[in-house]
C-alpha cells in the first residue's frame, strides 16, 4: 500500500472526530428547548462527551501497546455508528446521557489508535505530522455548525438527524481502514529491519522516561480541552440568547473558534521553527487574555474573540499529544492515552463547573472564567518547556528538535 495510506486514513477519521466534537453546541439551541434543559444540563451533555472521550482515550493506550490496532479501530468507529442511528424523536435527556458517553468512547479510541501509529510511524516529527492530521478535525469543527445552519435555513431537520448524518459517515472509515497498514505492537514485530532503524536511530543514547514532562503535558491537555469543550458548548447559546444576534450569525461563532483553531495549526505546522511547548505558552496566555476580555464584554464581536483564541491555541492539543509520546518512549501508545485522557478528563469537569457558573452568576463571566484554565496552561505548558534543560533530556535529540 502508498505510503500515504495512514495519513489519509487519520485525516479522514479526524474529520469525522471533528463533526462529532460540535454536534452538541451546534444543536444547543433545539436540545434546550426539546428536552427542557437549563445549562447545567446541557454542560453534562458535554461533560459526558468527555467523559467517554476520556474513558475511550485511556483504555486505548494500553490496549494499542499490547493487540493488533485493525480490530480496535473497526470496533470503536462501529460503536460511534450504532450509538449516533439509534438516537431518535423519543429519546430521553437521560438516554442522550447514555448515547453521548458510548459516542465520546468511540471516538476518543479510535482516535488514540490514529494517534499512537503517527507517533510509532513517525518518530520525533510526530508533533508536526500531527499537527496536520487533527487540523482535519478542526476544520470539520468549523465547517459542521455553518453547513446545518444552512440546512436548516431552508428545510427543516431535527437535532438527532444531525447525529445520524455524521454516524453513517463512520462506515466509510470503517471500510477504509481495512485497506490500510496498521502495524502490530513492537513487541509482536519480528521484522529484523524495523529493530535495526530504530537502534540506528537511538544509538548515540538511550531515551529515558520522563515522568515530570508527562505530567505537566496531562495538566495542558486538561486545561486546553476542558476550554476547547466549554466554548464548543456554550457560546453559540451566548450569542443568540446574551447577544441577540440571529441563529445563523450564532452559529458563524463556534466556526469561528474552530476556524481560528485550523489557521492556528496550520501556522505552526508550516513555520521552520521547532514546534515546542515555549511558543505554546506564550500563544496560550495571549488566549487567556481575549477569552477574559471577550467575558467581560471588552470585545463586542464575538467572531474576533473566538477566532483570536482559536488561533492562539490552534498548536496545543496535537503538539501536546506528539511530546506525551515522546515524554515516555518506553510505552507510546500508553503515553499519549493518558495525555488524551486527562484531557477528555477537563473535557468533563470544566464545562460542568462553567455549566453551574453559568447558571448562578451569568453565562457571559462564566466564559469568562475560562481564561483562568487558560492559565493554568500556560504555567504547564512552561514546565514541559524547562525539562530540556534536565540531564535525562539534555542528550535526547528528540526534544531539540522538537523544542521541548
Known sequence: MPAFSLTALSVASFLGFGALLVLFGANSSELIESLSLDYADLGLLGSMLSLGLGCGIILAGPSIDRFPRRPLYLASCGLVLLATTSLGPN????????????????????????????????????????IFVHSAATLAAS???LLFAV??????????????????????????????????????????????????????????????????????TFAYVGVESSIS????????????????????????????????????????RPIGAGILSAFAAVAALLM??????????????????????????????????IAFPSSAGTAVGLAGGLGSLGGFVVPWLTGRLANGIGLSLALASLGVWLLALVAAAAVVRTRKQTPSLSGNPAYRQNGL
Not at 463512520?170 to 537502534?199: C, D, E, T, W
Not at 471577550?294 to 498548536?315: H, K, R
Open 91 to 130: 429519546t430521553s435527556y437521560a438516554a442522550l446521557l447514555a448515547h453521548t458517553v458510548a459516542i465520546g468512547f468511540g471516538a476518543g479510541f479510535y482516535e488514540t489508535v490514529l494517534n499512537a501509529l503517527i507517533v510509532e510511524k513517525y518518530s520525533t516529527s510526530a508533533p508536526r505530522q500531527l
Open 151 to 220: 440546512v436548516r435555513a431552508s428545510e427543516s431537520i431535527r437535532w438527532y438527524e444531525t447525529f445520524r448524518v455524521v454516524g453513517v459517515a463512520h462506515i466509510l472509515l470503517m471500510v477504509g481502514a481495512l485497506f490500510v497498514p496498521m502495524h502490530a505492537p513492537r513487541h509482536l514485530r519480528k521484522a529484523k529491519s524495523q529493530r535495526n532503524r530504530v537502534a540506528s536511530e537511538f544509538a548515540s543514547f538511550r531515551p529515558k522516561d520522563d515522568r515530570i514532562a508527562l505530567a505537566a503535558v496531562c495538566v495542558a
Open 292 to 325: 477574559m476580555a471577550f467575558g467581560g464584554g471588552l470585545i463586542e464581536s464575538p467572531e474576533v474573540a473566538m477566532a483570536g483564541v482559536g488561533f492562539f491555541l490552534g498548536g496545543v492539543f496535537p503538539v501536546m499529544i506528539g511530546l506525551a509520546g
Open 143 to 145: 465547517v459542521t455548525p
Open 233 to 272: 458548548l456554550f457560546v453559540v447559546d451566548h450569542a443568540s440568547t446574551e447577544l441577540g444576534l440571529d441563529t445563523a450569525r450564532a452559529a458563524r461563532t463556534i466556526s469561528a473558534f474552530w476556524g481560528g483553531l485550523l489557521i492556528g495549526r496550520l501556522a505552526i505546522g508550516f513555520s521552520p
